[in-house]
């Protein structure tokens, strides 16, 4: 195992009914209450907040209309309502669209320049509103980590942010508000979670990590079998606990201290589909996943076999694969360009968008060749 230092300063509140207690976490404080559309009204989380807030004697402001793949011009809007009033702390109420934007708001509060240079390693954040949170879709686990993911309309960018001032300081996480996520959806999530586990689990360069790979391979059955579940029967709370507890574990740093250096391919690559075509980050991945694993075949068979044996009980590195595109296929996520409406023609300018992000996380290897050649296993 190689050395590490494994750092998570987030509370994480975990159970039914605990949405009612995150006033208590803001009392007597001001904050910019940041989410995405109505449907938090709708199922009656909203009303939840509200009173808890009202009750702990927390004063706030609203800022609806997140978008499912947050963008720049929100967060600058956001940020400037935030300075207006302001604000001592951001309570973000949503899923990982709602608190990334709340860490770039959070980061951008204190910054007299453009929030887009942190993102672009212009500059570096070294203040930043807190940030609570009370999570209505498991997916991404922002709520237990310290990065954020926004994308810029008018350069066509979806890049990252990081710093030990982004981490949540308390997360409210109710399995009984992911109830009523669309079925869609909760396949976007499981999809997410998987492929965080997997990159790690797949570029890590240090082979003798017994403990990292076991939790892995754990997580990865138990997203696997509560997403049947939830998909079955959407009220099916010890699901949606176990499901909403892996995606969280599967982002938090836990699961790849050790492991030596590693990357995210995957998620480079599936940042560009996101950043110009809009698609959904989960359906990004799920596309970009089994054609990444095809394309690498040949260097990960012997990995691609143990995976393939413990999480699936096949044998043999394609059908390891083949289980893993089968699964995705099964819970209704793409795993073709063609089925987001991506025309084959469009690799080229796919590969030519997401080369400056492996440059900027140093993923020398991703040539736009390299990752067009990937790219044509999910034509």
């Avoid at 300063?9 to 009392?27: A, N």
């Avoid at 606990?241 to 391919?265: C, E, H, I, Q, R």
């Avoid at 991945?285 to 040949?298: D, Q, T």
Wanted: net charge neutral.
């Amino acid at each position: 195992m190689r050395q590490f230092v494994f750092y998570n300063p987030t509370q994480i509140v975990f159970g039914e009914g605990k949405t009612s207690d995150i006033g208590r976490y803001l009392k007597g404080q001001k904050c910019l209450f940041l989410y995405g559309s109505t449907s938090i009204k709708q199922n009656g989380i909203y009303d939840k907040v509200i009173d808890s807030l009202k009750n702990h004697d927390v004063t706030f402001v609203e800022k609806s209309g997140v978008k499912p793949n947050p963008v720049l011009s929100f967060v600058h809007e956001a940020i400037d309502l935030a300075r207006k009033e302001q604000v001592d702390c951001i309570l973000a109420v949503g899923g990982g669209s709602v608190i990334d934007t709340a860490k770039a708001v959070a980061a951008g509060f204190y910054y007299r320049g453009d929030v887009w240079d942190f993102f672009v390693d212009k500059a570096r954040i070294t203040k930043a509103l807190p940030i609570y949170v009370v999570l209505t879709l498991s997916a991404t686990a922002s709520e237990m980590n310290s990065g954020a993911v926004i994308t810029n309309e008018a350069t066509k960018q979806k890049f990252n942010i990081r710093s030990e001032g982004l981490f949540p300081k308390t997360s409210i996480l109710d399995p009984t508000n992911t109830y009523t996520v669309p079925k869609k959806q909760a396949a976007n999530g499981s999809v997410d979670a998987i492929v965080h586990l997997l990159e790690g689990y797949f570029t890590g360069k240090y082979p003798n990590t017994p403990i990292q790979d076991g939790f892995v391979e754990t997580l990865v059955r138990t997203v696997i079998a509560t997403t049947k579940k939830i998909l079955e029967n959407p009220t099916d709370y010890d699901a949606r606990a176990n499901f909403m507890w892996s995606a969280t574990l599967a982002f938090n740093g836990l699961t790849t201290a050790g492991v030596g250096d590693y990357g995210f391919p995957n998620h480079m690559m599936g940042h560009s589909l996101s950043a110009l075509y809009n698609v959904d980050h989960g359906a990004s991945l799920s596309i970009v996943f089994p054609a990444w694993l095809k394309h690498n075949e040949p260097t990960l068979s012997d990995r691609l076999t143990r995976f393939g044996k413990e999480v699936f009980g096949k044998t043999g590195a394609k059908e390891a694969i083949a289980a893993m595109e089968e699964y995705f296929h099964a819970i209704g996520a793409p795993v073709r360009l063609s089925e987001v409406n991506i025309d084959k023609g469009e690799i080229k300018k796919i590969a030519e968008n997401a080369v400056s992000l492996a440059k900027k996380w140093g993923l020398k290897n991703y040539t736009e060749d390299v990752i067009a050649k990937i790219l044509e296993f999910a034509a």
